[in-house]
């Protein structure tokens, strides 16, 4: 069993063979049933309505059976320790996908003294499975990373920390966080960065929208509220204005065969136009397809490894 809580722990082959392995899931389907009569279990006391349904279809269509729990539904709720939970899950699950208001460190507490798999289905502080279907539709679009610029435009959030690890371990990957001043990506996940990069990361932080060097190969943008969390400053909204994509920001970033993607949901006319989520330029319909096919490659390597 191997956890998948935070793309620190991968190794730049990992995370190639895992996104690849999703790029084929995507390409041929199912040939194999690698997960027959393996449980997995699905707690999320979040809202979601991507990744625990691509992972219920994942797992389900590798030949797993699965349980779900919502908010209320683990003793969790009435004082039962983190550890304690995964202690006694490990007996009766192979892998558990969580997504829950704790931190990364809070999903190793129940990995700990476990015999089960643990998966982050997003934390506070880090999407890992995201960034996996995120970096598959870039592949199954230019066929390699290999010297393709992303930029990622908006608040420094879960999936933007995850696209950042994931480039430190993605040579030839350039990544461009266009943040408003802020609402950064925060200064540990860049040291992080730095050191699974061992320096050579091609990750920049930018707050101005006119100092990136275009063209770029992909946008992509996340919604402002991430998650529905609201934000302090009444006054936010105005940081976040010149962070729209629209039609006029693709003109200035664009090449012809430049991409758009967005992680999803969207709130249409706020972080971005109905005609560039609707667009021709747009592959964020076919990255959500990858969210399932990314949790096929995290569930069977997870729970296959030796
Ligand atoms: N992108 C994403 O994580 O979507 P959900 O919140 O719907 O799972």
Known sequence: MSNLISLTDLTPTDLADLVSRAVRFGRVGVREKTLTDRSVGIYFSKSSTRTRTAFWAAATRLGAHV???????????????????????????????????????????????????????????????????DLAALTEEFGSLDRRHLLVVGEGNSSSCALALAAALTPGLRVTLLCPAGYEVPKDILGAVDL?????????????????????DA???????????????PEWLTAFEAFRVDDNFLGKVAAPHTVFLHDLPAVRGQEVTDTVLDGARSRAWRQAHHKMTAAMAVLEWCVTMP
């Open 67 to 133: 349980i779900t729990y919502g908010t209320d539904d683990l003793q969790l709720t009435t004082g039962e320790t983190l550890e304690d939970t995964g202690r006694v899950l490990g007996e009766y699950l192979d892998a558990l996908v969580i997504r829950t208001n704790g931190d990364v460190e809070e999903m190793r507490r129940i990995g700990t003294a476990s015999r089960l798999a643990v998966v982050n289905a997003l934390s506070s502080d880090e999407h890992p499975t995201q960034a996996i279907a």
């Open 219 to 233: 946008v992509y943008t996340s919604r402002w509220q991430t998650m529905g969390v609201p934000k302090e400053d």
């Open 196 to 216: 699974l990069g061992e320096g050579r990361a091609r990750v920049e932080q930018i707050t101005n929208p006119s100092l990136v060097q275009g063209p770029v």
